[in-house]
């Protein structure tokens, strides 16, 4: 069992910065693969980016290739999500998410966290 608690979601205003971490229960955080989604109001839920369990490997949906960059920390039982140049379009509800299968959307999704809000201002 995993449980996947997301943190660092807020206010920001268009062209900023906001960084979410993911913290992970459980000893085996490292086997799994992590990443996030994100689901903005009336809209279906997004794969937005995820990381191989070792980290050496990651993948991003177009719409935020060049502007966000995921990590992960195993010793920390931590994944990351730091996104630049915040577009008003970037608003949503940001999941974090783990499967032992890497993936690029959410049909093979083990865990999920419980989301934390991004609203970017115009």
């Known amino acids: 069992q995993v449980q996947l608690v997301e943190s660092g979601g807020g206010l920001v205003q268009a062209g900023g910065s906001l960084r979410l971490s993911c913290a992970a229960s459980?000893?085996?955080?490292?086997?799994?693969?992590m990443g996030w989604f994100r689901q903005a109001p009336g809209k279906e839920r997004e794969f937005v980016s995820a990381v191989s369990s070792g980290g050496s490997r990651t993948y991003y949906g177009d719409s935020v290739k060049g502007r966000f960059t995921i990590s992960r920390d195993n010793a920390k039982n931590t994944v990351y999500l730091q996104m630049n140049s915040l577009k008003p379009e970037d608003a949503a509800v940001y999941y974090c998410a783990a499967a032992d299968t890497f993936f690029t959307n959410d049909r093979w999704i083990d865990y999920w966290g419980q989301g934390t809000q991004v609203t970017v201002s115009s």
């Open positions: 459980g000893r085996t955080f490292r086997n799994y693969h």
